[in-house]
């Protein structure tokens, strides 16, 4: 006997259908694709990249507070920045950035920053101006120890005019709010869970993210760190797992390259010449002179805080012996650039003092400021006779810097300096200076930096001790005692923040480095080229050289495919350059809430400002219906029918009983 179908049944069944599909349904639309995005369970050796660095194990994975260069690679990593970036040729790309476009009004009192909708956190949220105005508050991204910009004395409100628009307004005309925000400023905006730690947590529990990759737990003091590829990055990254491992200094780079066990590495220019001919899968990328070399100090501490001292110390450092003996000839002498503005760059002004290697010059400074001796090696004394003893700490993260440091000693001693090289880890040196350990503050530090970010006209305008952010020391209370030259050199930093006009820029970085060149509150003694050794038999890398940055960008790294891969789609397309950042004042008015108002108080308020944000839902670009999705649709269908046909025949069963 036939069973016939009731109104009750059709009601059974379509109850049975919406409970399938609603179990089902979020699965695939809740945020994007993954069904390519393998993390490090299903990764391979063919698509697992091995990556070494030396100078030590990180200390920490967030910016404040960290002091080696495995802190900074292994977080950069995992980061992208607010706004765009500034090549040293002056292009400006947004491909690492989470604006996809920056605006400021007429007098640069606000900037809007809209959100690029194709960025998403690690767990697949969508980054929001929610995110921006949980991380830029006075307990946060605006706290002193992560704000060394000091923009919370400038910013007032930030405001979100909608889901993927930021207003920050300022109660002063800024030009490059922009380039500080994005460049001087330790914290990017972050996840909720992120900022739930605090902003001195280390970082060390495989944080949420927005970069390329994700750091998985690390154990503090570990020589290895693990980081999977965010699935939800675009382009996705080639790279399915990074080995980070931290060897103790750049001096055993060499020989774990040539084992051919690592893919990559930032290498000490002295030791490429021998890698490349030891292993011929290896590839070098050098970019000439982006990397500084300095002689670091305590201005305020005698006898630092003469200024015909640090002259002197100067005239008596052969920089071209250290450019040739501790880089292998690949750098750039400092004698004419001590404006802390690398020739390279295109605000870089000859009109400087000039410096040489001049034994003679140094010891008639020292003659003027009431030191005795120094000629042709004789003991140098102090004006009440004291004989001149110093102590230098060098960092055993970089084997340049290590030889520097034995140069700088053997020169000094050349006018009579009695110099005490101690080579230390960087963590060691730091804690020094951290329990200001007796002493210490009247020692120099030889320190290298590998990012320079030259092209940039407000970070090369920058005081010496700020433009060569030296990692050991910190950042000193100010670059010179009160007076007249800070006087002028803090009023040519204001009129440059009043300005995008190229000519006054210009101008006023010009005099900037003509006053730390005269002053000298650091000594760059040189600029490396910075350099990478990477392995094309196991991987095929993008151009690193043509995108004219210190560090490859994250986009760069996404790229990077196991050799024979195909590229990653949409990856030639997103390292196109863009036109420099639009400024209209339509743009802002437009959009900016008539409620808002901008405080006269110079501090940022505890609780940030914020207008009604709306989630709004991605359309077909968070949905990719892809394999897993069609299984996903199939499965339900299967139950959907399975369910129906056990209620018919149980209908059908209690009908024929």
């Known amino acids: 006997m036939m069973y016939r179908f009731k109104s009750r049944d059709f009601i059974v069944v379509t109850v049975a259908f919406v409970l399938v599909v609603s179990a089902v349904l979020p699965l695939v639309s809740s945020s994007r694709a993954v069904s390519a995005a393998s993390t490090g369970s299903s990764c391979t050796s063919a ?34 920045k607010v706004g765009p970036e500034t090549m040293v040729n002056g292009t400006v790309y947004y491909f690492d950035s989470i604006a996809n476009s920056v605006t400021s009004n007429a007098n640069y009192t606000q900037w809007t920053y809209h959100i690029n909708p194709d960025r998403y956190w690690s767990n697949g949220q969508q980054i929001t101006a929610q995110d921006f105005l949980n991380t830029y508050t006075s307990s946060y991204a605006l706290s002193p120890s992560a704000d060394v910009a000091n923009l919370r004395l400038e910013i007032t409100s930030v405001v979100a005019v909608n889901s993927s628009t930021v207003v920050f307004n300022l109660n002063q005309s800024d030009a490059q709010f922009e380039v500080e925000l994005n460049n001087n400023q330790e914290v990017p905006p972050q996840p909720p869970s992120v900022i739930a730690q605090g902003i001195d947590s280390l970082e060390f529990t495989g944080a949420v993210t927005d970069g390329p990759f994700v750091q998985q737990n690390y154990t503090v003091g570990s020589t290895q760190a693990v980081l999977v590829r965010n699935p939800y990055f675009s382009p996705l990254p080639g790279i399915c797992e990074i080995i980070m491992s931290y060897a ?46 300095m002689l670091g100090y305590d201005i305020q501490t005698y006898p630092y805080n003469m200024t015909a001292f640090r002259q002197a110390l100067a005239y008596s450092i052969d920089e071209n012996d250290i450019v040739v003996t501790a880089y292998g000839g690949l750098g750039v002498t400092a004698y004419n650039s001590e404006g802390t503005v690398p020739p390279s760059s295109g605000w870089y002004s000859p009109n400087q003092e000039a410096y040489s290697y001049n034994l003679t010059k140094a010891v008639s400074l020292l003659h003027s400021i009431g030191f005795t001796g120094g000629t042709n090696g004789a003991t140098l004394k102090y004006p009440n006779g004291t004989a001149v003893a110093l102590t ?230 968070s949905i990719s219906f892809n394999a897993s999705y069609f299984l996903l649709i199939a499965t339900a269908v299967i139950v959907l029918l399975a369910v129906s046909l056990g209620f018919v025949f149980v209908r059908k069963r209690s009908s024929i009983a």
């Open 47 to 80: 698509n697992t990249f091995n990556e070494v660095i030396g100078g030590g194990t990180p200390n920490t994975f967030k910016p404040p507070g960290a002091r080696v260069a495995a802190s900074s690679v292994t977080f950069g990593l995992t980061q992208i």
């Open 248 to 293: 103790a200094s750049t001096s055993d780079i060499p020989t774990l390259m040539i084992s051919g066990q690592y893919d990559f590495a930032p290498v000490d220019n002295v030791a490429v010449s021998g890698i490349l001919a030891d292993n011929s899968a290896l590839k070098a990328e050098l970019i000439p002179g982006i990397s500084d070399l």
């Open 392 to 621: 230098e700490y060098t960092s055993n993260g970089n084997t340049g810097a290590i030889l520097a440091g034995q140069i700088i000693a053997t020169d000094l001693s050349g006018i009579g300096m009695s110099i005490n090289d101690i080579t230390s880890p960087t963590n060691t040196i730091t804690g020094y200076v951290n329990a200001n350990t007796p002493g210490i503050l009247a020692a120099m530090f030889v320190q290298w930096n590998a990012a320079q970010t030259p092209g940039i006209a407000y970070n090369d305008a920058e005081a010496g001790w700020v433009q060569g952010y030296d990692s050991i020391t910190g950042v000193l209370p100010y670059w010179l005692p009160p007076g007249e030259p800070t006087n002028e050199f803090n009023s040519n930093v204001s009129a440059l923040k009043a300005t995008d006009n190229p000519t006054l820029e210009k101008q006023y970085v010009d005099n900037t480095q003509a006053l730390d060149a005269d002053y000298l509150p650091i000594i760059m003694l040189c600029y490396p080229s910075y350099g990478y050794i990477y392995n094309s038999a196991a991987f095929t890398f993008p151009d690193f050289l043509s995108l004219q940055q210190a560090t490859p960008s994250m986009t760069a790294f996404a790229m990077i495919q196991p050799a024979g891969a195909s590229s990653t789609t949409a990856a030639s397309s997103s390292l196109s350059p863009t036109s420099s950042i639009a400024t209209t004042s339509s743009s802002i008015t437009s959009s900016v809430p008539t409620t808002t108002s901008i405080a006269t108080t110079s501090t940022i308020p505890t609780t940030t400002t914020s207008q009604a944000v709306t989630t709004s839902s991605s359309s077909s670009s």
